[in-house]
C-alpha cells in the first residue's frame, strides 16, 4: 500500500488526478481481450495505448470513458458482474480496502454503519460517474460478494435497495447479488444479513489501512459534510486551501454542486435516523438541529423530494 | 459495421459496378447533353433517389450474405433493376438521336429479366430458411429476435425466455422450467482464464442442446446458469431429461484451451413444474433461489 506522502495535505483525488496501478482497468483489459474487442477501437479517445496497462497512470476520467466504452462495444449487459469477480478473484488490491474508498477504487464512496446489531452498506458517486453510476454499482457490489465468498467459503446475502429503476437484466441481479432486490428508492444501500456468519468484519472492517487511503473529491467532501453539517462552502475552500471559485468550478467538473452535496448528507443521515427507529418528527428534527419543525419538514422535502409523512407511508415497506 | 463479407464477393462487386460504370458511359456516349432548362429536376430527384436505394440494397445483399446461389440470384437480378433506373435517370439529363434511339426502348429491358431472377433467388431464400430454422432447433422459439441472443454462447438470453413466457401463459399448456448451473465454474474461470470460461460455456450449451428433445428450448440465463423451457412435460419426465443430461456433462472432457488435459464438470439442476399458482417467468427467480439454497451447502468444500 503506497501513499502520496509528499503532499499529505491531498487527500482527494479528483477526475483528472493520475492513478498508478488501477486494477479495474487491468480488469477490463483482460475481459475486452477474452472476448476478441478491437482494443484500439475500445481505447479510442481516451488517450491510452494497450501497452500502457500496468506501466501508465490512468484517471478516474479516464476509467470511466473506458467503461462506457466497453458497454458500447461489447455486446452484452452483464459485464460489470464479471469484472467485479475478476477484481475479487485475482486478488486485486481490494481486498480489506473493497468498503473504503482506496486509490485503486475511487469511484465508489462507502459508509459502513452498524446498527440495530446488523451491518449497513451506503454507496456514494465519490467523483462524478454520471449516467455509468449504476453499473460502477454493479462491479462494487459483485466485488465485494465475490471476495466475500472466496474467502469464506460461503455467500454474503445482502438486501439491496439501489436508486436506479429495475434493470432489464434483472437476472443478473438475481444472481450474482442475491433475490433481496429493490429498485426506486432513494439510496444506493445494502443490508448485510448474514455478517457474523462470514466474518464479515474481520474481511471489510477491522483494517485501519484505508483511513489513509485518499477519497475522491465528492467523498472527501462528503466526509467533511458528515463530520459538521453545517460547513459552509467557503470553509470547505479555505480547508482544501484554494478559492471558493475554484471548489465551485471543480464541483461542477464533478457533475455536482455544494448544495447538492449537503442536501444529500442530510438526507442520508435523516434516512439513517428513520431506519435506526427515529420515529416522530420531534426526535428527528431534534437529532438533526432543527427548532422549528416547519422548517424541517421543508428542508426535508427539499433533501428528499418528500414530507417526512409520505416519505414514511412510501417506503415503510423497508 | 462489420464489412467481411463484402470481401467474400470480389466477382459481384466488379459486376455490379461494371455495369453501372458501362451504362452511364454508354449513355453519355450515345447521347447529348440536354441544356439546363430542358431537365425536368423533380423527375431526376424522383428516379435518382429509386437508384440509390437499390444500389444500397445491393450493398446490403453482398455486405450480409455469404457466397451461393441465392446471393448470385439476389445481386444480379437486383443489379439489371438497377441498370434500367440508371437509364432512366440517364435520359433525363441526356437527349438521344434518331441513330440511338434504341435506348429508349432498351431501358425497360433489364427491369423485368432482373425481377425474374429476384423471385427466383428469394424463392431459394425461403428454402434456405427452413433449412437455416431447423439448425436453430432447440434455440428458437417461434419468434426471432437477433439482438437477444448471447454473444457467448450463441443462445437466446433470459430476456428472449421471459417474452416466450409470457406468451405461453396465454395458452397454459403443461410444462416445466429448469434451471442448470455448473459447479465451481468461478473457480475454473480463475485457474484457466476468461476467455477459457467463456469457451467453457459454449460447449456446456452445445452439450445441452445435443441432450434436448424436439420441442424442448434452452437459454442462457445469468453468469453460469441455463434455463430450459420443457414443453408438454411433467415434472416426473423432467426429472428424468435432466438426470440424463446431468450424465452427459459428466462425462464430457471439456477443453476449453488446446491442451488435452479436459474439464470435468457437474452441474447442479432445478426444476418446476407450473401450475396455477405459480407459472411464466415468476417461476424464474424462485429457481434462483432453490439453486442459491443448494449452493450454500455444497460450495464449503470448494
Given at each position: 500500500m503506497w501513499l502520496w506522502a509528499s503532499d499529505m495535505a491531498n487527500h482527494w483525488l479528483e477526475r483528472d488526478s493520475k492513478l498508478p496501478d488501477l486494477p479495474l482497468a487491468q480488469a477490463m483489459l483482460n475481459l475486452a481481450q477474452a472476448r476478441g474487442l478491437n482494443l484500439h477501437k475500445w481505447l479510442r479517445g481516451s488517450g491510452l495505448f494497450p501497452e500502457d496497462f500496468g506501466h501508465k497512470s490512468i484517471s478516474p476520467e479516464q476509467l470511466l470513458l473506458l467503461i462506457e466504452r466497453l458497454y458500447k462495444l461489447?455486446?452484452?449487459?452483464?459485464h460489470s458482474f464479471v469484472l467485479g469477480h475478476q477484481l475479487a478473484q485475482h486478488g486485486f488490491t481490494l481486498g480489506k480496502f473493497a468498503l473504503s474508498s482506496c486509490p485503486s477504487q475511487p469511484l465508489v464512496y462507502t459508509q459502513l454503519q452498524q446498527y440495530q446489531g446488523q451491518w449497513h452498506g451506503y454507496f456514494e458517486d465519490a467523483i462524478g460517474c454520471g449516467a455509468m453510476w449504476p453499473v460502477v454499482l454493479e462491479i462494487h457490489l459483485t466485488a465485494i460478494l465475490a471476495y466475500a465468498k472466496l474467502n469464506s467459503g460461503q455467500r454474503l446475502k445482502i438486501a439491496l435497495a439501489c436508486r436506479h429503476d429495475r434493470p432489464r437484466h434483472i437476472q443478473d441481479y438475481e444472481h450474482y447479488l442475491g433475490l433481496q432486490l429493490q429498485f426506486q428508492q432513494p439510496l444506493d444501500q445494502v443490508r448485510f444479513i448474514n455478517a457474523d456468519a462470514i466474518g464479515f468484519e474481520q474481511l471489510f472492517v477491522s483494517d485501519s489501512a484505508h483511513q489513509q487511503a485518499k477519497s475522491g473529491l465528492l467523498a472527501w467532501l462528503q466526509q467533511q459534510l458528515e463530520q459538521q453539517s453545517d460547513l459552509r462552502l467557503e470553509q470547505l475552500a479555505h480547508q482544501l486551501e484554494i478559492s471558493p471559485a475554484t471548489l465551485k468550478r471543480k464541483l461542477k467538473q464533478h457533475g455536482s454542486a455544494y448544495s447538492k452535496l449537503q442536501d444529500k448528507v442530510n438526507g442520508r443521515r435523516a434516512i439513517q435516523l428513520l431506519q435506526q427507529g427515529c420515529l416522530t418528527n420531534e426526535l428527528l428534527a431534534q437529532q438533526l438541529g432543527f427548532a422549528d419543525i416547519a422548517n424541517f419538514r421543508r428542508a426535508f422535502k427539499r433533501w428528499l423530494g418528500d414530507t417526512p409523512q409520505m416519505f414514511r407511508a412510501k417506503y415503510s415497506a423497508e | 459495421m462489420n464489412l467481411s463479407f463484402l470481401r467474400l464477393h470480389p466477382r459481384l462487386i466488379t459486376w455490379v459496378l461494371t455495369l453501372a460504370f458501362g451504362t452511364v458511359a454508354m449513355s453519355v456516349s450515345c447521347g447529348d447533353a440536354k441544356t439546363w432548362q430542358q431537365i425536368d429536376w423533380l423527375d431526376v430527384v424522383g428516379e435518382g433517389g429509386i437508384t440509390l436505394m437499390a444500389m444500397v440494397w445491393l450493398f446490403f445483399i453482398l455486405a450480409s450474405r455469404p457466397l451461393g446461389q441465392v446471393t448470385n440470384l439476389l445481386t444480379i437480378g437486383l443489379s439489371c433493376f438497377m441498370v434500367t433506373c440508371l437509364l432512366d435517370v440517364m435520359d433525363e439529363v441526356m437527349h438521344y438521336d434518331q441513330a440511338h434511339a434504341w435506348l429508349y426502348w432498351v431501358e425497360s429491358l433489364p427491369a423485368p429479366v432482373g425481377m425474374i431472377l429476384m423471385t427466383i433467388g428469394l424463392y431459394y431464400w425461403h428454402q434456405e430458411q427452413l433449412t437455416l430454422k431447423s439448425l436453430m432447433h432447440k434455440r428458437e422459439a417461434d419468434f426471432r429476435q437477433h439482438q437477444m441472443l448471447d454473444p457467448i454462447t450463441r443462445l437466446y438470453r433470459a430476456d428472449y425466455l421471459r417474452e416466450l413466457l409470457g406468451q405461453m401463459e396465454q395458452l397454459a399448456p403443461p410444462y416445466c422450467i429448469a434451471m442448470v448451473d455448473i459447479q465451481n465454474f468461478g473457480h475454473i474461470n480463475q485457474t484457466h482464464g476468461l476467455k477459457a470460461g467463456d469457451e467453457l460455456l459454449r460447449s456446456v450449451a452445445d452439450t445441452i442442446v445435443l441432450n434436448l428433445r424436439q420441442t424442448d428450448i434452452a437459454c442462457r440465463y445469468a453468469g453460469d446458469r441455463f434455463v430450459l423451457l420443457l414443453n408438454q412435460t411433467k415434472d416426473s419426465e423432467a426429472r428424468v431429461l435432466l438426470e440424463h443430461l446431468r450424465n452427459a456433462i459428466n462425462h464430457q472432457a471439456f477443453k476449453p484451451d488446446q491442451s488435452l488435459t479436459g474439464i470435468h464438470l457437474d452441474v447442479r439442476w432445478k426444476i418446476r413444474q407450473a401450475n396455477d399458482h405459480l407459472h411464466g417467468a415468476a417461476m424464474l427467480p424462485s429457481l434462483q433461489e432453490a439453486l442459491d439454497n443448494t449452493s450454500t451447502n455444497v460450495a464449503v468444500g470448494l
Open positions: 461489447l455486446p452484452g449487459q452483464d | -
